[in-house]
């Protein structure tokens, strides 16, 4: 699977519309072929483990359910959606779609969502807090994307929050193979046409206030910033109730200080590689040897579980820090040339880590890794 993005670069698409304005790409994708069927989707809509959502009008009044679903027969053949959040949980062919989008690093990727629609199915007007890039699979579906701006957005239905009827800037058909780009904020509907798979790759931040109150979590598990704030440098008050801007300015500073790069980036790693869905790990620990890793790594390569992330940050990786699945890892500083090699690729092969396949540590903490499920072994 190859992204072809015609005239535009990946460059241009991050300096004129990232984040800034939709973008139709027609025919981003040729030949493009639906991840899976939908009755794959539907089996996947069956496990309890996995996140979907129906959403349907009935009787003019919108209604969305939460699955597990094992029926579908009461939804008929039109007007009805069916959504599996995070298939790149559960489909490892969903990481070829996501590879066309690593023009943009993983730490910013969210998740691949499914969509299958009958026609006239959409989940009705609305604005995201996401940017997308929305990959039409089988069949035509109708998007209309209005402008940022002030929209009033109601609760069509407790788990629907809609927006008022907007004037579209963009109103287009996909068809197989074409994308549509949204960024946050745009309002935008897709209607279906004609039986639809869309497969959205979505990138999330997390909101200030979502970011601040985690690391009050952080510092409180951890018994971090405990400094207390102090003013030994004191001027005299003659306003009994005045907190002056230099009391203020003290404050802010000493608060801004205790945030330094280093808590910061040990709180981010592990808030980004920390998974919002469900992840496909074993329950129990799989047992394998160093031996085993070694020996298997001869024949099978090392893939690591969809959805699992794994980052590092300039400042730390020299020191052989890195973040996954929530966790700081400490490695030897001689070992911290694997990191990039860990996290920069979702393969691992024996060509690939075959500087560190003799150190004892790393292929001791390579096993536990694989014992967890964070990388499975697959035949090449
Ligand atoms: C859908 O694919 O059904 C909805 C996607 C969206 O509008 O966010
Ligand atoms: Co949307």
Request: charged share 25%; proline share 5%; with cysteine.
């Amino acid at each position: 699977m190859q992204l072809e993005l015609g005239e535009l670069t990946p460059e241009i698409f991050l300096k004129d519309y990232w984040q800034k304005k939709p973008l139709v790409i027609r025919q981003g994708f040729r030949n493009f072929s639906d991840l899976l069927s939908p009755e794959e989707m539907a089996g996947l809509a069956c496990d309890e483990m996995v996140e979907s959502r129906r959403i349907y009008k009935s009787e003019g009044e919108w209604q969305a359910e939460f699955g597990p679903f094992d029926s579908y027969e009461h939804l008929g053949e039109s007007d009805w959606t069916l959504v599996v959040q995070a298939l790149n949980n559960w489909l490892p062919d969903a990481e070829k779609l996501i590879q066309c989008f690593d023009f943009i690093p993983r730490w910013r990727f969210d998740d691949v969502m499914v969509s299958y629609a009958t026609p006239g199915g959409g989940v009705g007007p609305h604005i995201d807090l996401y940017d997308v890039f929305i990959c039409q699979g089988s069949g035509r579906r109708r998007w209309r994307v209005g402008d940022r701006g002030p929209h009033k957005q109601f609760a069509a239905h407790p788990a629907l929050l809609h927006t008022e009827s907007f004037d579209p800037i963009i109103d287009v058909e996909l068809l197989p193979g074409d994308i549509l780009y949204l960024p946050p904020g745009y309002p935008h509907d897709g209607v279906t046409l004609e039986a639809s798979m869309s497969f959205s790759v979505g990138y999330r931040t997390a909101s200030a206030k979502d970011m601040v109150s985690a690391l009050a979590d952080h510092l409180i598990d951890n018994e971090l910033a405990c400094e207390q704030i102090e003013d030994p440098d004191r001027a005299l008050s003659d306003q009994s109730g005045r907190v002056d801007a230099t009391d203020l300015a003290r404050i802010k500073t000493q608060l801004l200080n205790t945030l330094d790069e280093q808590l910061i980036s040990e709180f981010s790693g592990r808030y980004l590689t920390s998974s919002k869905c469900e992840l496909d790990l074993p329950e129990e620990n799989l047992g394998f040897h160093a031996v085993d890793v070694i020996d298997m790594l001869k024949e099978q390569v090392l893939t690591r579980l969809g959805g699992l992330k794994a980052l590092y940050f300039d400042a730390s990786v020299e020191q052989g820090v890195f973040y996954i699945n929530g966790e700081q890892v400490s490695l030897p500083r001689e070992l911290a040339a694997v990191i990039p090699a860990l996290c920069d690729n979702q393969l691992l092969s024996e060509n690939s880590l075959a500087e560190w396949l003799s150190n004892e540590v790393f292929v001791g903490q390579l096993t536990e890794w694989v014992n967890r499920g964070f990388w499975y072994f697959e035949e090449v």
